[in-house]
């Protein structure tokens, strides 16, 4: 079955850069968008950056200019580029892919923590 495995989290100091990865495995039908989400205690779970089912990129504001996600098709991985990063980054991250069946997928997720 499907699985999301995440990679990359961990603790760095503001002005700091992090790199997250999720692999997906498994048989996953045509996909329709995919993401990187983020919830930190007291919070709502919010997108952060992702890809649109037509292919383009969308950040949230608070990410823009420093947050860059990527996709590498032939190893079925998707990347979050962190620069930057400050303490209100700090959260849980979770990968998920938007099935064109309407199936939804999501990582285990991974901690980032930024200190001040």
């Known amino acids: 079955q499907v699985q999301l495995v995440e990679s990359g989290g961990g603790l760095v100091q503001a002005g700091g850069s992090l790199r997250l990865s999720c692999v997906a495995s498994?048989?996953?039908?045509?996909?329709?968008?995919m993401g990187w989400y983020r919830q930190a205690p007291g919070k709502q779970r919010e997108l952060v950056a992702g890809f649109t089912s037509a292919g383009s990129t969308n950040y949230a504001d608070s990410v823009k200019g420093r947050f860059t996600v990527s996709r590498d098709n032939a190893k079925n991985t998707m990347y979050l580029q962190m620069n930057s990063l400050n303490p209100g980054d700090t959260a849980v991250y979770y990968c998920?892919?938007?099935?064109?069946?309407?199936?939804?997928?999501w990582g285990q997720g991974t901690q980032v923590t930024v200190s001040s």
């Open positions: 498994g048989s996953i039908f045509r996909i329709n968008d």
């Open positions: 998920n892919i938007g099935a064109k069946d309407g199936r939804d997928y």
